[in-house]
């Protein structure tokens, strides 16, 4: 496989969605262990810990099914389509999530605060159990035919190891929430969050060898490409050391430098899934001839070079004002009067 | 009912609902610049106050906004999945560059415009705004070239056959100013803002009508009203343009708005009017000529009719029609209160004036309505079409979404968005009658 703009395409989507999975997946995170906060206070805290950049987080999702759009129409066309109620689900999941964070703190009443709250958290968790479950089908593969169009149902995308994955995203959300809630509280809710961080690693290190053990055995065209580029086995061993190096220096009281193993340790997870994935995007169970791979499913040559004029014109933009709103609001949480 | 037609109400439901917002935010946007700048310029802490109460509205009309507009851009894969194989490698370009060069730059700086009042000095604080402002409109640069591409494609060529038959980019720049794109960008632009300026000068009416935080009221009704003018006199303009280009390039489209049947006749238009579809004739009040006049700028040369066309080629002659003629209407309302708006101000005698203060308060629902009917000129005027001359609507539904399923979305659709719609009323009252905070603080509290 040499590099072509289809190659560099399927990057860059994937580097969209991966920078997804970072940023957005500690806001969903925080949004799944709302609920095991004690007080109103503590429920505004982590609100405001994600208030100024949610947002933001979640523009890497609109702009990595734009580039998805434009670069793969075949895949965004017949995943959207195939999985159409599960996409609906995760639609309305977003909306909540999205009104919930906005309306929760405008009125002053209790109930008011609560229903919100359940709806902020329930939504993240099933945002997060539903982005699990629609990379554990792509992993897994679905039934496409010659004619790129899905052939299953709803209940199609239901199984051990979709749903498999999708805890494991959850597991990973919430751990990545969690250190991002410790980094940002101090006091009481700063312990609380240093045992989140604990028991959800728990649950993401035994979720992780259940989904690598199922994969092994069960979708060991995951693996092909590491057996025919040995190299590529630094990026499981980046991934490993990562998630190692989380409790050392958290024992440390070194919070900053968890999150970035646990940045690191979901960017190298979603390397091994789209390197794993490659050439496909969308891997037919009926016949693998079927499935959507980076040449059969994409754009033109002319538009994706179009396209990665425009990333490259963009995208230093994009990371820029990233890193200036993250350096702005850095630091603790502070409740101040134009707070959530 | 069939899976077309459902998806045509489930699309025609989520847009007409997610725009209620993005003009808001546009023209919000622009009034909050001024608000700040003038704060910037002359120091004076009413202007900031002022910038306080309404970045709060913004942040609420935002965020509904987003919730609304990732329902948009999904749904094109979900129930669209033809059209977007069709028309991905083209119309798909122009959503993601919005994402690339709008969303990151609104989002981004939006932290800034609601949470960064105490991080960042006040000139950065202006900065942002401006930043959010310009995003919101590079958002609309970018909706509006993909829907003009719908409306009059140009930069493309067709490849493949039978299923496999889909548009290519030929010429970027040339999709980019396609024939309609900007002149309906503008129009867009100019209909948002009047609806963020009647909004500051709605709210401002009510204040002073009910004698409390006067400073506030009048200020923001003197900054809505000069927006206003200025972009509804322009609509005026851009109306107008928008016409011309229609009656070159969807003449059918054009013939519909104004309920031409005759093939090839001078035509006239109509104040108002009904038509009556069985016998392609219109009853109204109108003036004959005029439309031969207005887009060919001599009364005698013929315009083309519906009768050129197949009836299967023909939009929906009735709603195109009214729902033009309710736009255009509504706009010539807008401009009409906004100039007695400012003659009365000049004379010194609008804050006296109750009755015109009333007609203030209830005119913000004019942009909306106007915005609304706007949009379904556009998109039933372009019917049978999904794409102009190119593809036709029921062909890009999705093939393997039944029935049952997009039924059970637009239920769910129409129960979440009420439930939204009057949550939404119900903070933004509660937003207003707890009004501004009266001393120069830095903020109300949460």
Known sequence: ?340 | MDVVLLSRIQFALTIAFHYIFPPISIGLGVILVVMEGLFLKTKNPLYERMAHFWVKVFGLVFAIGVASGIVMEFQFGTNWSYYSRYVGDVFGSALAAEGVFAFFLESGFLAILLFGWNKVGPKMHFFSTLMVSLGAMFSAIWIVVANSWMQTPAGYHIVGEGLRQRAEITDFLALVFNPSSMDRLLHVLLAAWQTGAWLAISVGAFYLLKKRHEDFAKASIKIGLVVALLSSVLQLFSGHSSAIIVSKYQPVKLAAMEGVYEASAPAGMWLFGYVDEKNEKVLGLGMPRLLSLMVHFNSSTPVQGLRSVAVKDRPPVQATFQAYHLMVMIGMGLIGLSMLGCFLWWRGKLFETAWVLKLFVIAVIGPQFANQFGWMTAEIGRQPWIVYGLLRTEQGVSRVVSAGNVLASIILFSCVYALLLFLFLFLLNQKIKAGPVEEAGPSQTA
């Open chain 1, 1 to 340: 496989m040499h590099l072509d703009l289809n190659l560099i395409w399927y990057f860059l989507v994937g580097i969209l969605l991966t920078g997804y999975a970072v940023l957005d997946g500690f806001d969903m995170g925080v949004g799944a262990l709302h609920l095991f906060t004690r007080t109103d206070r503590d429920r505004r805290i982590m609100l405001n810990a994600i208030g100024p950049v949610w947002d933001g987080n979640e523009v890497w999702l609109v702009t990595g099914g734009g580039a998805l759009f434009a670069a793969f129409p075949d895949v965004y066309a017949t995943v959207f389509s195939g999985f159409y109620m599960a996409f609906m689900l995760l639609l309305f999941a977003l909306i909540f999530r999205a009104v919930a964070i906005e309306f929760r703190g405008k009125e002053p009443m209790g109930w008011w605060h609560q229903v919100w709250d359940v709806c902020f958290s329930l939504s993240s968790v099933v945002s997060s159990l539903l982005i699990g479950v629609a990379l554990g089908n792509l992993i897994w593969g679905v039934p496409i035919g010659a004619d790129k169009e899905f052939q299953g149902n709803f209940f199609t995308l239901i199984h051990p190891y979709s749903l498999g994955v999708g805890v494991l995203v959850l597991a990973a959300f919430m751990m990545h929430g969690a250190i991002y809630a410790a980094m940002k509280t101090e006091g009481e809710l700063h312990e609380q969050a240093r045992g989140w961080v604990r028991n959800s690693m728990i649950f993401f290190v035994a979720a992780y060898l259940v989904t690598t053990v199922a994969t092994l055995i069960h979708v060991p065209r995951m693996f092909a490409a590491f057996g025919r580029y040995p190299a590529l086995f630094l990026l499981p061993l980046v991934n490993v050391l990562a998630i190692a190096n989380i409790p050392r220096v958290m024992a440390k009281g070194k919070d900053f430098q968890a999150f970035l193993s646990s940045c690191v340790s979901l960017f190298s997870l979603m390397a091994i899934f789209g390197i794993g994935m490659m050439p496909d995007l969308v891997y037919s169970t009926l016949d693998p001839q079927w499935s959507l791979t980076l040449y059969n499913a994409a754009s033109s040559p002319k538009t994706l070079g179009i396209m990665l004029v425009i990333a490259l014109i963009g995208m230093p933009l994009v990371v820029g004002y990233t890193v200036s709103i993250y350096w702005i609001f850095r630091g603790k949480v502070k409740l101040e009067n134009t707070s959530y």
